[in-house]
T-cell receptor, first 116, second 111 residues
């Protein structure tokens, strides 16, 4: 089954304790992204990757790191989590977008993170 | 700052009625537009995309695009209670990276 797999689904952690949220896709997609979703603010892009070893900042990258060592994996790293990073996180992937192409993102199931 | 605006709702319609969801975007360079449905606590799922002016129909769903007015809409005919969800509008500019989402419209279909 074609899918984007995130782990864990739920995570409660303490301020300052490094954590990693994993993301893996089995569709051979070039593009992968991380979004956070907060009430009233919608989905905001944190980081994206166009291919292996190619990553760039989205709209809200502060406090996050990513890496893309393999095409299928795109982990999100919080080096020193803070309470304002409490949110619902989604990983998403899409194939290369031809001009005018209609490829939307396929989303993972989400990770609900609470930082206390 | 590229923006996608949606009425946050909530929007309520009776079962069997037409639900109309609207979206405007600020970036004239936007090329493709997407409608996602998101049930509470779940991930967004793609319903439709459109990139040409006019209407695009898929079953009970019709997407409409007017680039001159920078306006996108989604019509849901014969609305069902199972359509109750938050609907997200998204616009994509030159690269797949620049997919900007609106904050969503919450739709409730009343039995």
């Amino acid at each position: 089954e074609a899918q984007v797999t995130q782990n864990p689904r739920y995570l409660i952690t303490v301020t300052g304790k490094k954590l990693t949220v994993t993301c893996s896709q089995n569709m051979n997609h070039e593009y992968m992204s991380w979004y956070r979703q907060d009430p009233g603010l919608g989905l905001r892009q944190i980081y994206y990757s166009m291919n292996v070893e190619v990553t760039d900042k989205g709209d809200v990258p502060e406090g996050y790191k990513v890496s893309r060592k393999e095409k299928r994996n795109f982990p999100l790293i919080l080096e020193s989590p803070s309470p304002n990073q409490t949110s619902l996180y989604f990983c998403a992937s899409t194939p290369y977008a031809r001009r005018g192409g209609g490829y939307g993102y396929t989303f993972g199931s989400g990770t609900r993170l609470t930082v206390v | 700052q590229k923006e996608v605006e949606q009425n946050s709702g909530p929007l309520s319609v009776p079962e069997g009625a037409i639900a109309s969801l609207n979206c405007t975007y600020s970036d004239r360079g936007s090329q493709s537009f997407f409608w996602y449905r998101q049930y509470s606590g779940k991930s967004p799922e793609l319903i439709m995309f459109i990139y040409s002016n006019g209407d695009k129909e898929d079953g009970r769903f019709t997407a409409q695009l007017n680039k001159a007015s920078q306006y996108v809409s989604l019509l849901i005919r014969d609305s069902q209670p199972s359509d109750s969800a938050t609907y997200l509008c998204a616009a994509r500019s030159g690269s797949a990276r620049q997919l900007t989402f609106g904050s969503g419209t919450q739709l409730t279909v009343l039995p």
